[in-house]
């Protein structure tokens, strides 16, 4: 069975669901990746990701970029 992964931008971190069910939250890459792999996420999942994840900054995030970074950053490691 697939996950379903959505993400969502939260006061400058990245928000996790795994089958409708938050996770965590990460501020970084690795930290984004320790909840992937302890919920048994891999690369074979569906992922989603929020409108807000686009618009980061309003979320506390620097750069509009930020959030996809942190997401890209993780998911090139699993």
Do not use: P
């Not at 990460?26 to 690369?43: K, P, S």
Request: proline fraction near 0%; charged fraction near 20%; aromatic fraction near 8%.
């Amino acid at each position: 069975m697939t996950n379903t992964v959505f993400f969502n931008a939260v006061d400058a971190t990245v928000k996790v669901q795994v089958n409708n069910k938050v996770i965590g939250y990460a501020d970084d890459a690795a930290g984004l990746l320790e909840m992937f792999i302890r919920c048994n996420v891999t690369g074979v999942d569906t992922f989603i990701h929020s409108s807000d994840v686009d618009f980061a900054s309003e979320e506390g995030f620097e750069t509009d970029d930020d959030a996809h970074a942190i997401i890209d950053a993780a998911l090139a490691q699993l």
